[in-house]
């Protein structure tokens, strides 16, 4: 079996997981790929290294990443198309994707090496500017949303929504999120957006500071076109994919659509999207249940 390891922090509590790792991995059929910036920071040996998609090995059978939910999502832009099933092992914050954690790793890491685990495969979504080369070099595929937010001032901006080609609204506002239902637990919803479970085929539209209050959020199909024109004071506005941030033109006619990619999240046994969000939300927590 061959394992990439990703993170993009190199501290004692990600040395101490990969440290972990190697000794649980020790007179077993295993090797590693580690990420080159990860490599450096902590003096690893005896290892080939990777750096960007073209730089992973074909023969990868998965992927831990090691972090919070931003390093995990950062994982897409390496992977890609390759198909390669992501664990995520969380010595962040929340950690709603990367929802193992250092001490449960001597208890799966044996069902890892042996395959012995699930794959939920997630929904992606994809961004096209057009008329314009900006993203040329960018990876526009997110796995949590794509957001349009203004730019160098405190004024409102305007974006025009049509979805298939038909008029939904102007949202007056800071911004708006376009999400996957995996995003749904991400920005779309610290801005009022509804939580949506992983395997529901749709999209989630959700202002951020709306002058309208009478703007909500809306859960379309993931099948629908969505047609963006942003105009305002300011001659740019932002543009960000996951942890990605471009900075655009007024006035570009942005297409946001479902990806054909698929994310491949490896889940351990035991581990279901629900408890995540009893654990992460602290639901049931009430003295009265």
């Not at 914050?93 to 799966?108: A, C, E, P, V, W």
Request: proline share 3%.
């Amino acid at each position: 079996m061959k394992i990439a390891i990703f993170s993009i922090e190199a501290g004692d509590d990600v040395r101490e997981v990969i440290d972990k790792i190697f000794v649980l991995s020790v007179n077993k059929n295993v090797s590693y790929q580690i990420y080159s910036e990860l490599y450096e920071s902590l003096n690893l040996n005896d290892h080939s290294l990777f750096n960007n998609h073209s730089d992973l090995d074909p023969e990868v059978d998965l992927m831990i990443s090691i972090g919070g939910d931003g390093t995990f999502l950062r994982t897409l832009d390496i992977i890609r198309d390759k198909s390669i099933p992501v664990l995520g092992i969380n010595t962040g914050r929340l950690g709603f994707l990367s929802t193992m954690n250092d001490q449960n790793i001597s208890n799966f890491y044996n069902d890892i090496l042996n395959s012995n685990y699930e794959i939920e495969e997630r929904s992606t979504i994809q961004v096209e500017v057009l008329n314009s080369k900006v993203l040329d070099k960018v990876f526009c595929v997110g796995l949590n949303e794509i957001s349009i937010v203004r730019k160098n001032t405190t004024s409102l901006i305007n974006i025009k929504t049509k979805l298939d080609g038909e008029f939904l609204n102007s949202y007056w506002s800071d911004g708006l999120i376009v999400s996957t239902p995996t995003g749904s637990t991400g920005y779309s919803l610290s801005c009022g957006g509804p939580i949506v479970s992983p395997n529901s085929n749709s999209l989630i539209l959700t202002p951020i500071s709306p002058h309208n209050l009478n703007a909500r959020p809306i859960v379309i199909s993931d099948k629908t076109k969505i047609e963006i024109n942003v105009s305002g004071r300011e001659d740019f506005h932002l543009l960000s994919i996951d942890t990605k941030i471009i900075s655009l033109k007024q006035g570009m006619s942005i297409i946001i659509k479902k990806s054909p990619i698929k994310f491949k999240l490896v889940n351990m046994d035991g581990n279901s999207y629900y408890e995540t969000l009893r654990e992460k939300l602290f639901w049931g927590k009430d003295k009265r249940n």
